[in-house]
């Protein structure tokens, strides 16, 4: 669909978020607790399309943004090591305490189970998981590379391009690559293991400023102004568009592959300056009764 000339993006399309479950796929999410920021086309003058993932950057400002551990395991076994023979496999993580833990199969010539209990914390940018403790199959792993004269870091031969890579016994995670589409840009600064979650906290250091929402009392939304953007047939020049979910009890599952049928299943309020307010029903709602207080299409 061509791009009228007047369409084109002058400016990023300002962006805020908050108790949204960003799903990088059908089956794992990103639990954006808040985050500020911006998107844009890869293209420069192109405007933010929603129906290609591929073409545009998120970059994210300021946002507080966790995973359970159900998505971690996706995100490692279906992305980081979603490759022929990798030298990690069936991982499973999990929360003990402060600490993260991790189960799974190292291949150096034969499968070897491992169970790890690491600390996390933040080494340029970077989030880095420090083993405090070990076992394989049965032994002190930590004893035994030590012993043995081996590291993580000699004995696996990781996907730096996918975003993890080791330094001594510990493993480094790049959160701008790690991630399928779209691209993000962000600066981590601190990690830590709360409530089921690893929560991870951005800071760019630009500090844009706070976007004023049209409707605050939606309490999980996400809030585009300004650019241009684009939505299947709908084309929002100097955008202004706040989305919610039609079920306020529960964070607002998104998933940007199946925004129009999220859209089909909700409605949309003009508003008197001329932006939308668009009400979406939650990804895995679709399809079910709406639960009792849902807001239903007028």
């Known amino acids: 669909m061509p791009t009228p ?6 400016a990023p399309t300002e962006t805020f978020m908050r108790n949204v479950w960003f799903h990088i796929d059908q089956d794992s999410y990103l639990d954006i607790h808040s985050m500020r920021g911006e998107m844009m086309s890869k293209t420069p003058g192109a405007p933010l399309n929603f129906d290609n993932k591929l073409s545009f950057v998120m970059k994210v400002d300021t946002g507080t943004i966790g995973m359970n551990a159900t998505s971690l395991d996706i995100l490692m076994n279906r992305y980081i090591f979603g490759y022929p023979n990798p030298p990690l496999r069936n991982l ?5 305490g402060k600490q993260l833990k991790q189960t799974g199969i190292i291949h150096k010539i034969v499968d070897i189970p491992f169970t790890m209990f690491a600390d ?6 970077l989030l880095r998981i420090h083993p405090t403790k070990l076992d394989i199959c049965g032994i002190n792993g930590l004893g035994l590379l030590k012993a043995v004269n081996m590291t993580m870091q000699k004995m696996l031969k990781l996907p730096k391009e996918r975003g993890i890579s080791a330094e001594g016994n510990d493993l480094l995670l790049d959160p701008n ?3 399928p589409p779209p691209k993000v840009e962000l600066h ?7 409530n089921d979650e690893l929560v991870q906290v951005f800071d760019a250091g630009r500090h844009l400023p706070e976007l004023v ?4 009392e ?3 939304t996400m809030y585009f102004r300004s650019g241009t953007l684009r939505m299947g047939k709908l084309l ?10 039609t079920d306020s009890t529960d964070p607002f599952d998104f998933m940007i592959d199946r925004y129009n049928e999220q859209l089909v299943a909700g409605f949309t309020r003009n508003q008197p300056n001329y932006g939308l307010l668009v009400f979406m029903r939650d990804f895995n709602d679709l399809g079910k009764p709406p639960r009792p207080g849902e807001k239903l299409a007028p």
């Open 5 to 10: 000339s007047e369409a084109a993006a002058k």
């Open 92 to 96: 499973h993580a999990g929360f003990a």
């Open 120 to 125: 996390v914390s933040v080494s340029n940018g």
């Open 177 to 179: 690559l790690a991630l």
């Open 188 to 194: 981590l600064v601190a990690v830590r293991v709360e």
């Open 213 to 216: 929402l049209p409707h605050p």
């Open 218 to 220: 939606e309490k999980n």
């Open 236 to 245: 929002m020049v100097d955008a202004d568009m706040q989305v919610a979910d």
